[in-house]
């Protein structure tokens, strides 16, 4: 395998998961009665640019299908994110009614509601069916389809090009990075600027966040890497911040290389020092990780058998991507997790993929009376705690497995 940015050869293993379906295939009953396509899941570290990424096994059109079920908006804290943001670019970059902005994976509309409720013009741009149509639904105008170089030239052709162009959660979604950041050096106008939120690698290394591999993220970004990448393909970073989402996250600020109207901010040659320091460009880095990755599963499953024993019932909730990949790992199956709740509508009533643990509505939890909730997106156990908050009546603890198990109280 070839690194999918600069080409070089791939030999340095990072994390090898076995093999797991597609984390975001969810599964309806008529599905069980067939076999699922199961993938390796295999992460490999280019020692030339330090590109972290996937093995190629599963295309893009196969994970983002038409119905696709993962919807930003169910997440109270990540609306409140996305709130917040909008709020902030609109008065950093003078955005107003002359302005336009552009989303790529706008999902189901989750930020593009808030510029339009603010009078700016805007254009969201999502591949898959189902959150499209969400999209349209709350009134804004949506393009189905996936973004690159020929989308981009289309909208060039149309004399359409943004002041703002926003990528939250999606650069390490697209297999053809180097053509997906080129669309962006075209679409965007030439004082225009692009926003890119997404996991920061040195996050995931020192949490151990290896639940968040799986096939749908093709690439794990460092900004020592992402510099390289926009730097290749047209665009220029001035600005960094670091974000609590999703276990720590990067928001990169970028405009036109050939443009290039802004003092580059302190913050990214501080970063970039620190990602060094910490030694992102060295193998010794990514060594342990595998082992890492198995001391978390192991301590989940102890627990999980021990519980079994004690005649202790244990359901999950959030029925996330991060979670499947958990769960398939381990091998954890209904006789160990009976359910898992989500409140969703388009996952409750379907299966985990690979574990086919059943979905159900929050609502079943207080019927169910589990002694254990695991809690299967842990960057947003705050929010998932406060909500069912009511468990602790018949005394029900929460749980997480990563980046070690923890019994919250």
């Known amino acids: 395998m070839k690194c999918r940015h600069c080409g070089a050869n791939l030999y340095l293993p990072f994390i090898d998961l076995g093999t797991a379906p597609p984390s975001n295939s969810y599964l309806a009953e008529d599905d069980l009665r067939h076999p699922e396509k199961w993938y390796p899941l295999r992460v490999f570290v280019c020692t030339q640019c330090w590109l972290v990424q996937t093995e190629d096994y599963v295309g893009a059109n196969e994970i983002f299908s038409s119905d696709y079920a993962y919807f930003s908006s169910y997440s109270d804290t990540w609306l409140a994110h996305a709130f917040s943001y909008v709020n902030k670019v609109i008065n950093s970059f003078h955005l107003g009614k002359q302005s336009f902005v552009i989303e790529i994976a706008a999902n189901d509309g989750y930020l593009l509601q808030y510029v339009k409720e603010r009078g700016i013009p805007c254009l969201g741009i999502e591949p898959t069916h189902s ?47 180097n053509d997906f950041v080129t669309g962006f050096s075209l679409i965007l106008k030439p004082e225009g600027v692009a926003t890119f939120e997404f996991p920061h690698l040195l996050c995931l290394v020192e949490e151990a966040q290896f639940d968040t591999i799986y096939h749908e993220h093709y690439s794990y970004l460092s900004l020592t890497a992402v510099q390289r990448i926009f730097e290749a393909n047209g665009l220029s970073i001035f600005d960094v911040e670091e974000l609590s989402t999703h276990g720590g996250s990067l928001r990169v600020y970028s405009e036109r290389k050939d443009s290039a109207l802004r003092k580059k901010s302190p913050a990214v040659e501080i970063l970039l020092k620190r990602e060094k320091e910490a030694g992102i460009e060295t193998k010794e880095f990514y060594l342990t990780f595998q082992t890492r990755a198995e001391r978390i599963k192991d301590d989940l499953l102890i627990f999980l058998i021990d519980a079994k024993r004690k005649g202790k019932k244990v359901c999950a909730y959030g029925a996330a991507a991060k979670g499947n990949t958990l769960l398939n790992f381990a091998g954890i199956k209904p006789d160990l997790i009976s359910l898992v709740a989500d409140k969703n509508p388009a996952k409750q009533g379907k299966y985990l993929p690979g574990s086919h643990i059943p979905i159900v509505a929050p609502e079943r939890i207080a019927h169910e009376k589990p002694d254990y909730i695991l809690i299967l997106p842990w960057n947003l156990k705050e929010e998932i705690t406060r909500d069912l908050a009511f468990v602790r009546q018949w005394g029900g603890k929460f749980v997480v497995a990563v980046p070690e198990l923890r019994i919250l109280e």
């Open 131 to 177: 959150t499209a149509a969400a999209a349209r639904a709350k009134g804004i105008d949506i393009i189905e389809e996936f973004f690159g170089t020929t989308l981009a030239k289309k909208l060039n052709s149309k004399g359409i090009q943004a002041d703002l162009v926003i990528a939250n959660n999606v650069l390490a979604h697209v297999p053809d990075i």
